[in-house]
């Protein structure tokens, strides 16, 4: 992978900051995507530190045009984009039938309209190099129902379906597109569901009220956890592998 660029969306934090460290460790030089300019500049000062390089690129995923404008100057400044990572996201609670317009708005913006405005970007010039590889950072909640998240776990399922009906399209252009379902993951978004008296303890062991199984392996994944899983399914170790949904949730979904 060393030498070959990268874009990754949502780096800023969480699981695509861990995804652009493991990239960049990898020797691939990293465009990191995020509308976060304060947390992009802070994740790559993080990596300078470590002997590592990204560039941040501070931009809207549900802004189309600025997708394409960004894009353009990451294709010319840095080289052409050989993987895509689509790790942005967002997750607001709420019971489907009290849900806000401007929750679920926000959601399908940010989970499915972003999915979309970069992956037809990038894979737009993909399709010319008859090369690429592209992953989304879906979730297991795009299969399992979920109390309180049928927004997130809506988008969630859009958002796979695009990247695979997307990946049928390219194949012929030997462009793979995968899905990595993750399950609870310690990032600052499932930190904010737990509230005050919430834990890794309780996540684990699940909540029958809302019809949730815990964790059978028994702990909460760590963000490398699912990066190291985007790693390989965009690295030529999975040169067989495209349409494919990954789960990494240590058996919450039970195999779903």
């Not at 776990?153 to 194949?171: C, D, P, Q, R, W």
């Not at 890794?200 to 059978?216: H, K, L, M, Y």
């Not at 490398?224 to 990494?248: M, N, Y």
Request: net charge neutral; aromatic share 4%; hydrophobic share 50%.
């Amino acid at each position: 992978m060393h030498g070959k660029v990268a874009l990754v969306t949502g780096a800023a934090g969480g699981i695509g900051a861990a995804t652009v460290r493991a990239l960049a460790v990898q020797g691939v030089a990293v465009a990191a995507v995020d509308q976060n300019a304060r947390g992009l500049q802070e994740q790559v000062e993080k990596l300078a530190a470590d002997g590592l390089v990204a560039t941040p690129v501070a931009v809207d995923v549900t802004e189309a045009r600025a997708v394409e404008a960004a894009v353009d100057r990451i294709e010319r400044q840095i080289g052409p984009i050989q993987y895509l990572v689509n790790a942005a996201g967002v997750l607001r609670l709420g019971t489907a039938y009290g849900y806000p317009d401007t929750d679920w708005h926000k959601t399908f913006a940010v989970n499915v309209d972003g999915v979309f405005h970069v992956s037809r970007a990038v894979v737009a010039r993909m399709v010319p190099r008859a090369s690429g590889a592209l992953v989304t950072v879906a979730s297991n909640a795009a299969a399992t129902p979920r109390a309180g998240m049928a927004a997130y776990a809506a988008s969630k399922a859009a958002a796979t379906m695009f990247t695979k009906s997307l990946g049928l399209e390219v194949a012929r252009h030997n462009i793979r597109c995968n899905v990595l379902m993750p399950g609870s993951t310690d990032t600052p978004m499932l930190r904010a569901m737990w509230g005050d008296d919430g834990s890794a303890r309780a996540t684990v062991e699940g909540d029958p009220d809302a019809f949730r199984v815990g964790i059978p392996l028994g702990r909460v994944a760590q963000p490398d956890d699912v990066a190291e899983a985007v790693v390989f399914l965009l690295s030529d170790a999975a040169r067989q592998i495209t349409l494919h949904s990954l789960t990494v949730d240590g058996g919450a979904s039970l195999g779903a």
